[in-house]
């Protein structure tokens, strides 16, 4: 399977889990309950895989362990639990713009934490894909985008994308005497576990009181949205880098659009279509074409 697709997938699930975590939250389901059940759904369902796995690689485990609850904190417990928090109060424009700065935090933090260094093309990759993801959610026009104000859900949400940012440039430094199915499982088990107490003391909802929907919701969340997501996120930015990694996050509002088009019955209109074009511009700048210059170059000094 091409790279490219190990990144599209996880972008693809968590446009799902963006519009079910909003309508999930809007029934008066607390986030502290959904993030926690969510987590622990993904932990059920990956732990007969992966026991073995993780027994066998106890002693990479404990000699990284201070590492290994850094990730879990930032990408398993951090991001999603700020992400539910932040739906509780600002709308989902607002919200979806705000993960528009994960691509620019991503960069900043690869070259402070790890000294990398991004080229002109990716630049203006980075740049039209931003134009359009900023395009589409402000319907194109300037009157909505000057016009959004920033409230304690959005403040949420930017904490959760610097998590995202910083787990994602992080995902480098994995041990490397540690398989893929191993990490995940790990972080995935230590992260929910840093949500018990959260889950414990501050959620309010009674498990009795969760419809057969709802549960529907958090297998898709803890199925796909976790499991699925993480460990292709994992693989793409192991194979592609987290600058590259970044561009993907624009395809959000895409995929979220499209499955309002198909499941809540909305239409496109110009602007979805100028700012899909920009953005698919941005990424084949910033990956393709980027990748076929730099080859280009390395064979003119060769």
Same mark, same amino acid.
């Given at each position: 399977?091409?790279?490219?697709?190990?990144?599209?997938?996880?972008?693809?699930?968590?446009?799902?889990?963006?519009?079910?975590?909003?309508?999930?939250?809007?029934?008066?389901?607390?986030?502290?309950?959904?993030?926690?059940?969510?987590?622990?759904?993904?932990?059920?369902?990956?732990?007969?895989?992966?026991?073995?796995?993780?027994?066998?690689?106890?002693?990479?485990?404990?000699?990284?362990?201070?590492?290994?609850?850094?990730?879990?904190?930032?990408?398993?417990?951090?991001?999603?639990?700020?992400?539910? &928090? *932040?739906?509780?109060?600002?709308? #989902?424009? %607002?919200?979806?713009? =705000?993960?528009?700065? +994960?691509?620019? !935090?991503?960069? @900043?933090?690869?070259?402070?934490? &790890? *000294?990398?260094?991004?080229?002109? #093309?990716? %630049?203006?990759?980075? =740049?039209?894909?931003? +134009?359009?993801? !900023?395009?589409? @959610?402000?319907?194109?026009?300037?009157?909505?985008?000057?016009?959004?104000?920033?409230?304690?859900?959005?403040?949420?949400?930017?904490?959760?994308?610097?998590?995202?940012?910083?787990?994602?440039?992080?995902?480098?430094?994995?041990?490397?005497?540690?398989?893929?199915?191993?990490?995940?499982?790990?972080?995935?088990?230590?992260?929910?576990?840093?949500?018990?107490?959260?889950?414990?003391?501050?959620?309010?909802?009674?498990?009795?009181?969760?419809?057969?929907?709802?549960?529907?919701?958090?297998?898709?969340?803890?199925?796909?949205?976790?499991?699925?997501?993480?460990?292709?996120?994992?693989?793409?930015?192991?194979?592609?880098?987290?600058?590259?990694?970044?561009?993907?996050?624009?395809?959000?509002?895409?995929?979220?659009?499209?499955?309002?088009?198909?499941?809540?019955?909305?239409?496109?209109?110009?602007?979805?279509?100028?700012?899909?074009?920009?953005?698919?511009?941005?990424?084949?700048?910033?990956?393709?074409?980027?990748?076929?210059?730099?080859?280009?170059?390395?064979?003119?000094?060769?």
């Amino acid at each position: 399977m091409p790279a490219f697709v190990y990144l599209l997938l996880p972008v693809l699930f968590w446009s799902g889990n963006y519009v079910l975590g909003r309508l999930t939250v809007s029934e008066g389901i607390d986030p502290f309950t959904i993030s926690f059940l969510r987590w622990s759904i993904a932990c059920l369902i990956i732990l007969p895989f992966a026991y073995k796995k993780v027994w066998a690689e106890r002693s990479v485990i404990i000699k990284h362990w201070p590492l290994l609850i850094l990730f879990s904190w930032l990408g398993i417990c951090n991001y999603n639990l700020f992400l539910y &928090l *932040g739906l509780t109060s600002t709308s #989902v424009t %607002n919200a979806v713009l =705000l993960n528009a700065i +994960i691509p620019v !935090i991503i960069l @900043i933090t690869a070259r402070v934490l &790890l *000294g990398n260094k991004t080229s002109g #093309v990716q %630049n203006l990759g980075i =740049l039209l894909s931003t +134009i359009g993801a !900023i395009v589409i @959610i402000s319907r194109g026009s300037l009157d909505t985008l000057l016009h959004l104000t920033m409230s304690q859900g959005d403040l949420w949400i930017i904490a959760a994308a610097i998590s995202w940012a910083v787990y994602s440039v992080l995902i480098a430094k994995r041990p490397k005497d540690m398989s893929l199915i191993g990490f995940f499982t790990t972080t995935a088990l230590v992260g929910t576990a840093i949500q018990a107490p959260l889950f414990i003391f501050f959620g309010s909802t009674a498990l009795n009181e969760l419809s057969v929907t709802n549960w529907g919701t958090l297998l898709y969340m803890g199925l796909f949205a976790s499991l699925a997501a993480f460990l292709c996120w994992n693989l793409g930015v192991h194979k592609l880098g987290a600058a590259t990694a970044g561009q993907f996050i624009h395809l959000l509002p895409v995929f979220s659009i499209s499955l309002s088009v198909l499941f809540l019955g909305e239409s496109l209109y110009f602007f979805h279509y100028l700012g899909m074009l920009l953005i698919f511009s941005g990424i084949f700048v910033a990956t393709l074409l980027n990748k076929k210059l730099s080859m280009q170059k390395a064979i003119k000094q060769s």
